[in-house]
């Protein structure tokens, strides 16, 4: 089984249990999920439905404004999976360039070492 990665807390990685309501997931999500509590006209205004406090970025699904997994500063909303997979990009983001440069510098290495000798 996968480990989790390091970057996203399990609470924030893991959509919360099926019986986990309006009020208990936002601790375990760190969402914005507590407005149906304090303002629920803002998001029935919006159009959100209940159980939720956004509408997913990247499919239209319902989903939950929090924090972007990733190291930059900015808050969206996304589905329990997109958020998933936005957080996998955002770790995978990092070394991938360097393994690229890398692989590169071996194929170019490789050929140049087979044609000089």
């Known amino acids: 089984m996968l480990a989790d990665p390091p970057m ?3 609470a924030m990685n893991a959509p919360p249990p099926a019986s986990a309501g309006a009020t208990t997931g936002p601790n ?3 969402c914005y999920c507590g407005l149906w509590d304090t303002n629920p ?6 159009g959100v439905p209940e159980g939720h406090c956004g509408i997913c970025q990247r499919c239209g699904a319902p ?3 929090r ?3 990733g190291p ?4 969206g ?3 329990d999976a997109c958020y998933r997979v936005v957080g996998w990009q955002a770790l995978l983001w990092r070394p991938l360039p360097w393994l690229v ?5 071996g194929v170019i290495w490789f050929f140049i070492s087979r044609h000089v000798a």
Not at 101 to 105: E, H, N, T, V
């Open 8 to 10: 996203l807390p399990r």
């Open 28 to 30: 375990e999500r760190s």
């Open 41 to 46: 006209e803002f998001l029935r205004e919006q």
């Open 63 to 65: 989903g939950h404004t």
């Open 67 to 69: 924090h972007f997994p």
């Open 72 to 75: 930059v500063p900015y808050t």
């Open 77 to 79: 909303a996304w589905c």
């Open 101 to 105: 440069l890398a692989g590169l510098g």
